[in-house]
């Protein structure tokens, strides 16, 4: 059972079972139905209590339930909240840990609520482009106030009961009790038994006494903060029915609301990135309870760019860390660089000065492999060569204790060989942390072909206790995420060679909604970077044809940023890209000695080419199993390289568009005399979804 039933004394309890959250999918929403149906049967009942089994009273609609029949079945969620406002019987909420989405709406349609302190109450809808659809937006107005209210369904953030309860003349919480909930909502029951007429959230009215000024301030401020996303603004829609409409209608006005925005690319782009956060912690082939090793103490080697900001990961989850280097002056320098990190977030008010101290007090260095061995995980950040790799691996085996787990976080390197360095290959496993690695969100955990089942549960639970979105890869040159942005780096320079401008290609990039655009974003990391890799590509796969844009303007010494020169202009000390007529001279020179003659290309190609690219080659990733879902490409890209959000990744763009539109572009582009014909051969999986009408999801 989903909801279990007992009676105690004359009061009827009604608890919610459906961990891990108490989930109102179809199973639970019939049985709290049932439960209210024969207490208002027994003559015995005098009053109804209703809560919910662990740790949660509830987190709303179950989400494995999302866009299935199930999910509207009857009793529907608005049906189940009507069937309690009509109890004969009071019915009382024992709101506690949890009350969110439609767990709170479900609330709401009951007589009374009881709350221990501590509860989360939110309704978050919103953080998935839809308003609450179970009434929520005409109820809490009611309860809260207007603006409270507003803020809640707007913003999605959970608030403590007691400060809600604390709000003068609010009747969201009608007792706010120390201790147990249920223990306070059974006594706050026996008290109310009698009492009639029963309370009922939808009498009340939502006031506001400068209620048009008030909602026109709200549309303004939501609709600059919002940009991209509808559902904000029509929150403030639906609250704004909320004053001005008869209840009955503006439940309608919601619904019909809630409806529309389900069937928003944004919405579904939204959905698709929270399922796809959760989905990337499966993994097809290591079951959910696979057991774990302990990481309770951790060593990194190498307190460079990437090493420092590793640490920080570990040092802010409370795990404590030893940092080697070669050098005491290398040491000295990345210790202090996460220092300077630490105290930013101290000056802007981020970090309590205590919080930092505890931090640093984690933190040890050494120069010596002996203080590092007892390490349950040590995570290499050396330079990028494989000798060096070598070295410190064979290390690792000789000194780490056994079991534990050994990883590196190698961007480019073949993993397995990195594993064929110790005699423990099934320790070994790719970490690949993001620049700068205490910010970004995305790790990718490569999995070798000998990595252990246990070492691969393990680094996935630890990514997410250090706050990571971690998503598997398998070994394959740049992994996921920097194989596909080759492919698309490959296009912007094909469309220089063609007749763009580096900023037209980064304008109308950033216009669909990535960050940063190709150009700014190699001036950003170093165009050196991908120097280096074309030069070993060169040698690898001498048939890869680039536009030679790229080679010729590391050969001016323009590697971005660093050098106040790559495809832009840049003055000492500022970001600010400009466009540079130096720039312009060689792309023009270089064309010219290719004997093109530049046609104007507009955003919408750019665009397609650039965004295609990624797909085409996820579609290859997804085909040799490099990625086990594409959702998983998907998540790698909102976390890791600035797609945009409300697009749901690349992959999610494409069955936006429709599969057979991406190959028809694709074929299209080419026929292009100046496109490589050999780019826009569709991936045989693209190929075969687009033709039999399928999609990636
Ligand atoms: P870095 O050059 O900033 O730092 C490397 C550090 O390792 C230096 O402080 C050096 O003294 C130390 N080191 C070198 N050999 C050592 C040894 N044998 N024992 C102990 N320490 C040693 O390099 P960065 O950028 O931090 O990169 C480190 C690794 O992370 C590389 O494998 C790189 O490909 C990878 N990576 C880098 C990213 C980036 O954006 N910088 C992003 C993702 C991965």
Excluded at 114 to 130: W, Y
Aim: positive net charge; aromatic residues 6%.
């Amino acid at each position: 059972m989903t909801a279990s039933y007992e009676v105690r004394g004359a009061i009827a309890v009604i608890t919610m079972n459906n961990p891990p959250v108490n989930g109102l999918g179809y199973a639970t929403r019939c049985a709290i139905a049932e439960g209210v149906d024969r207490a208002n049967a027994d003559a015995a009942v005098k009053a109804i209590v209703i809560t919910g089994a662990g740790r949660a009273f509830s987190g709303g609609a179950d989400i494995r339930e999302f866009g299935s029949p199930k999910a509207i079945a009857e009793p529907n969620l608005l049906s189940l909240i009507l069937q309690l406002e009509a109890s004969a019987k009071p019915v009382v909420a024992a709101l506690h840990s949890v009350v969110m989405g439609g767990g709170l709406e479900l609330s709401l349609g009951c007589h009374y609520r009881v709350a221990a302190p501590g509860a989360q109450i939110a309704l978050p809808e919103v953080k998935i482009g839809l308003v609450p659809g179970a009434g929520g937006t005409q109820r809490l107005p009611r309860v809260l106030g207007v603006e409270t209210a507003l803020n809640m369904i707007v913003s999605g953030e959970p608030v403590k009961s007691e400060v809600l309860a604390a709000i003068p003349g609010q009747k969201l919480i009608d007792k706010l009790v120390d201790g147990d909930a249920l223990a306070g909502a059974l006594a706050f029951a026996a008290e109310v038994a009698d009492k009639r007429p029963l309370p009922r959230v939808r009498d009340l009215k939502a006031k506001h006494a400068n209620a048009d000024g008030y909602f026109a301030f709200a549309r303004n401020t939501v609709k600059a903060m919002a940009k991209n996303f509808p559902a904000p603004a029509k929150c403030v829609d639906c609250v704004e029915a909320a004053v001005k409409m008869k209840f009955d209608d503006g439940m309608r006005f919601e619904r019909d609301t809630f409806m529309a925005l389900m069937l928003t690319p944004e919405s579904k782009a939204l959905r698709h990135a929270f399922l796809g956060e959760r989905a990337a912690s499966k993994i097809p082939d290591v079951p959910e309870d696979t057991p774990q090793r302990k990481v309770e103490k951790v060593a990194i080697i190498g307190a460079g760019t990437m090493g420092g900001g590793i640490s920080m990961n570990f040092l802010n989850a409370g795990i404590p860390v030893t940092i080697l280097e070669m050098k005491q002056e290398a040491l000295d320098r990345g210790v202090g660089v996460m220092r300077k990190n630490y105290e930013a977030q101290v000056k802007k008010g981020k970090l309590k000065q205590d919080k930092y101290e505890q931090r640093m007090g984690l933190l040890k260095t050494t120069l010596s492999y002996e203080d590092i061995k007892d390490a349950d995980m040590v995570i290499e950040a050396v330079f990028e060569e494989m000798g060096v790799k070598e070295k410190v691996f064979k290390t690792l085996d000789e000194v780490m204790k056994p079991g534990a787990i050994l990883a590196s976080n190698t961007s480019t390197l073949d993993l397995n060989k990195i594993a064929a360095f110790t005699k423990r290959p099934q320790d070994v496993i790719g970490t690949h942390f993001f620049s700068p690695a205490n910010v970004m969100k995305l790790l990718e955990v490569v999995r070798g072909e000998k990595t252990a089942k246990d070492v691969l549960a393990t680094v996935m639970a630890l990514g997410k206790k250090i706050k990571k979105t971690a998503v598997v890869s398998g070994v394959c040159d740049g992994f996921i995420g920097n194989r596909m942005i080759e492919q698309y780096s490959r296009q912007a320079g094909f469309l220089l060679d063609e007749g763009a401008t580096p900023q037209q290609v980064d304008k109308a990039i950033e216009k669909f909604g990535f960050a940063m655009g190709p150009f700014r974003m190699g001036d950003l990391a170093g165009n050196d970077i991908g120097w280096a890799i074309r030069k070993r590509r060169a040698v690898e796969h001498p048939d890869m044809k680039y536009s030679k844009t790229a080679d010729l303007l590391c050969e001016m010494g323009r590697y971005g940023q660093k050098t106040q020169a790559g495809w832009y202009d840049y003055q000492a000390g500022k970001r600010d890209a400009i466009p540079s007529k130096v720039v312009t001279d060689m792309i023009e020179k270089h064309r010219a000695s290719l004997g093109i003659t530049p046609r104007k290309i507009s955003d919408d190609e750019i665009v397609q080419r650039l965004v295609y690219a990624l797909v085409n080659e996820g579609a290859r990733i997804l085909e040799e199993g490099i990625a086990s879902k594409a959702s998983d490409i998907d998540m790698i890209y909102l976390t890791g390289y600035g797609f945009p959000l409300w697009r749901g990744g690349p992959m999610c763009y494409a069955d936006t568009v429709g599969l057979f539109n991406v190959v028809h572009a694709m074929k299209r582009f080419a026929q292009n005399p100046r496109d490589d014909q050999a780019f826009w051969q569709p991936a045989p999986l693209l190929a075969k979804l687009a033709a039999e009408g399928k999609s990636f999801s």
